[in-house]
């Protein structure tokens, strides 16, 4: 349960376990009530939002669905509390995750799946991505902390126009 971007980074890293079903589920776009309960009960539910509108509808849901193991992480508290997980694993998922990226996103699947699922997996640890800074688009994982040293690093020609755009940082973290 994540947000677009989220779910994108985390479809991209499950590719890389086909033996692994995974399932996602957008709540900016579907109401916690809209996911299915019926079937198997999963083994772990990795909750992953920035806020959750209704803790109970939340706690109803997994109380529903039975899942052996609960990781929930985000910067709403409350979404803590819903963690059936050691705290340690919980802050180490959040430690990936909350740096995003691509990298950090296979990091947490590797450490779900080794850490609470048994297999052998050594996952990379959490790697640091600023918080803000310059990005070049056509430069993956280059980011500058300020325009003069985005220009020396690019051999910048003050007589040629120059065009910026915006983007947050969940957009270029996750590559949209």
Known sequence: MA???QIDMMGRSASRHPEVEIS???LARMAVSEIPVEG???????VMLPVVASLDEMKDFLRRR???MVVSVGKDPRLWTLNTVP???ALRVYEYLSNSGQDNYDGALD???SELAGFELVPAPPRELPMHGLVDLTRPGEVYGSLEEYKSGRGWD????SVCFSVSREAWVSGN
């Open 87 to 89: 705290k340690e694993k």
């Open 3 to 5: 947000t677009s971007n």
């Open 111 to 113: 450490y779900i799946l």
């Open 40 to 46: 198997d009960p999963p083994d772990i539910v990795l």
């Open 24 to 26: 996602s589920y957008n």
């Open 158 to 161: 003050e007589s040629n126009p």
């Open 66 to 68: 039975d899942p052996g």
